[in-house]
């Protein structure tokens, strides 16, 4: 199918066609909307209905040709019958009971005859509208004989009644049913429907082997993108689904070694300046207590607390395992934590509290949140909630807040917003982008909000 909307944005759009082309755009939203988005669905579509549009053409075209042709040849020939014998009774002499023209028709043309005193024709019965048997013997009756007819077709009877009225008796033939109209066309169309839904079922079973592969190659993507173990995962299925999942192995080995070389390159340069500021403190020691030497241990003591926060930023944790935790239990211990520091946090957990994270990572993305709330404010809410497969956290505080256009600048690396916050506390500015960075690991981000409290509220949203 032509990319219309490629054409149409490709060549100008002249008057006349722009209430085509806003139909079209109207009519491909709504059948967005309304069409299935997962590939299994729409493929299934593609396969089935092609066959449901044929099957319904050859139906129509059965049941409104075939099916009606048949019947009329065949309602013909029964009343050519029917006139050869009313020809016989009008033209030749018969015995007094009629048994010879009888038992002609009941023998050689298998109908029952009776030849019936002069009397009025019944009062015509209600006809379904669409009865082709009705239809194609009233006729071919009026057109071969052309005589006063009564028929009767309704009924769940296996016969067809037709009274003909003559000059000076009544003709009343039974003839089967079977011998007026198509009666076997039923057996085409449960051969059609059957084998088709034979079909079906068989291009329904290659089909899902076809996208298993692909759902395994986003189930693994996914689980990668999460930071979580990529398990038992081998190319399969066609050869493009088999090429791309190659491709996700490559990218995934890459980016793998790139941060096993950055933690390695980390941990050497984390030892020579650990190793330097040990000299350092020990220097500062020999000097004595002096405010000079106090003012060099805060500052060599601000230095090592900016190293780990850096080192912390750049590893990002990425060696640690997914675990079974329990997020209430671990909201309890940071609120301990904050009241050992002097800080008042209160901290709640709404429904079932077990979740798959990386429990150290989560812990130090909640630990900044709460000592930056406990920063800037004086009172610090922590509450927590599993709903429909998230975990949503919410740390507010009654600080200051951040303007709503410096907010998404707040989680920049070594950026401080030292006007919104206080310009007296010390930091290395890493804090909100360490707690994003093992958000958006974890598969999910990390939002600032303003706080019922009157400050600041960030919100953590993960898969649980």
Known sequence: MPDFEALFQRFPITKPLKPLHSAYRAISHVMYRVMPKGLFTRTFLIIVAPIVILQSVLVFVFMERHYQLVSRRMSEAVVREI????????????????????????????????????????????????????????????????????????????????????????????????????????????????????????????????????VR????????GKGRPVENFRPSGAREVRRASLAFIDMRRRIERQIEQRTTMLAGVSHDLRTILTRLKLQIAFLGDTSESEAMRKDVDEMSHMLEDYLAFASGDGDEDIEETDIALLLEELEEEAEISGFAVTTSFQGPAEAQVKRLSIKRCLSNLVINGCKYGNRVE??????????????????PGIPEDQREIAFRAFHRLDLARNQDETGSGLG???????A??????????????????AKLRIPA
Request: aromatic share 8%.
């Open 432 to 438: 909100l982008a360490i707690a994003r960075d093992i």
């Open 83 to 214: 006139a050869a014998i009313v020809y016989v009774l009008e033209n030749y002499p018969q015995n007094s009971d009629n048994t010879k023209i009888e038992e002609l028709a009941s023998r050689a043309l298998g109908m029952s005859l009776t030849v019936l005193p002069l009397e009025p024709l019944p009062a015509p019965t209600p006809k379904p509208f669409f009865d082709v048997i009705d239809q194609e013997l009233s006729i071919a009756i009026s057109r071969k004989i052309g005589k006063p007819f009564w028929i009767d077709t309704v009924g769940r009877s296996r016969f067809v009644e037709i009274r003909i009225q003559l000059k000076d008796s009544i003709l009343r033939i039974f003839a089967r049913r079977s011998q007026t109209y198509a009666s076997n066309s039923h057996i085409f169309l449960v051969w059609m429907f059957s084998t088709s839904a034979v079909l079906v079922i068989i291009a329904l079973l290659f089909l899902r082997n076809q996208i298993r592969p692909i």
């Open 217 to 224: 190659l986003s189930q693994a993507a996914e689980a990668f």
């Open 382 to 399: 922590v509450s927590g909630k599993i709903e429909r497969g998230w975990m949503t956290i919410t740390v507010d505080d009654d600080g």
């Open 440 to 457: 958006r690991a974890h598969g999910g981000d990390l939002f600032l909000e303003e706080s019922p409290l009157g400050g600041l509220r």
